[in-house]
């Protein structure tokens, strides 16, 4: 679920970006993200544990995991294209392989690295297996780095708030981001140093919005962040792949053609995906 709401934003950003600046873009996606997660978590457990929390730690974890990570995505998509990101985003399973092994003293075994080759080489095929792969340059490298922040930011939200649920997880983490990224765009905005859209707000720019921000931000992310703490990082990671698949099929509903390469390549991933969990109960 959290794959299948992120990958439509793919399609959202594409077209918000052309009248929006990444460094507006991603302001307004975590207003929006954050009020409506601040208005789920209060509601389901009250005000409590939102007066309670760990905001400035929040700050650190949601500002640098998916503040900055966020912003950085959004560039590399500007700059190259929604193919490129997803590509690259594919390499999250081995991120986040290396964090499990570094910080949390993982031993791997060797299905886990079948499983993660698996859906490796499946997300590159329902990417289209893009040629230009080995040359896409600044695009892929901001893509990367926005991939690993987001994952360090994925596993921190998970073992540095374990007193708190799903929710009050993800929350914290969203709305600690938007603690970092307001103050700093309404600084650039004060400076001129960064603009709002000049064209005109229309209904087809609140409809992307409401799924960029809202869909592919505050209930993709409430399902990740769910993902990770039931399963680890390292295998919620591996879904990850799925998204190219998924994108395909929202481009497929906006009219473009459907690649059977794409669906075998899915398929492969899914595969990969049951391999690296036999060895759990």
Known sequence: MSMLLWAAGFPAAETLLDSWSPFALNAIRFLLASTALLTIWALMEGVGPILRARWGRAAVVGGLGFGLGAYLMLVAQQISDPVTVVIVATTLPLVAAMLE???DGRRLKTNFWVGVG?????GFIAAG????MATVGLGALIAFA???????????????????????????????????????FAIGYALGLAELPVARFDHLQAQNL?????GAMALSQLFWIWGVGRLGVGIAALHVNLTPFYVMIFLFLMGTSWS??????????????????????
């Not at 698996?118 to 499946?122: C, E, M, N, Y």
């Not at 297996?129 to 230009?132: E, G, W």
């Not at 921190?156 to 307001?182: E, H, K, N, Q, Y």
């Not at 409401?210 to 809202?214: D, E, F, G, K, M």
């Open 260 to 281: 059977w390469m794409q669906a075998a390549g899915a398929m492969i991933v899914a595969f990969g995906v049951i391999i690296a969990q036999l060895d759990r109960r």
């Open 118 to 122: 698996a859906t490796v080489v499946g």
């Open 101 to 103: 092994v570094l910080l």
């Open 129 to 132: 297996a893009n040629p230009q």
């Open 210 to 214: 409401a799924v960029y921000a809202v």
């Open 146 to 184: 926005a991939t690993a922040l987001f994952t360090w930011g994925s596993r921190a939200a998970v073992v540095d708030f374990p007193d708190l649920s799903p929710i009050g997880r993800t929350t914290l983490t969203i709305a600690g981001a938007l603690i970092v990224i307001g103050p700093v």
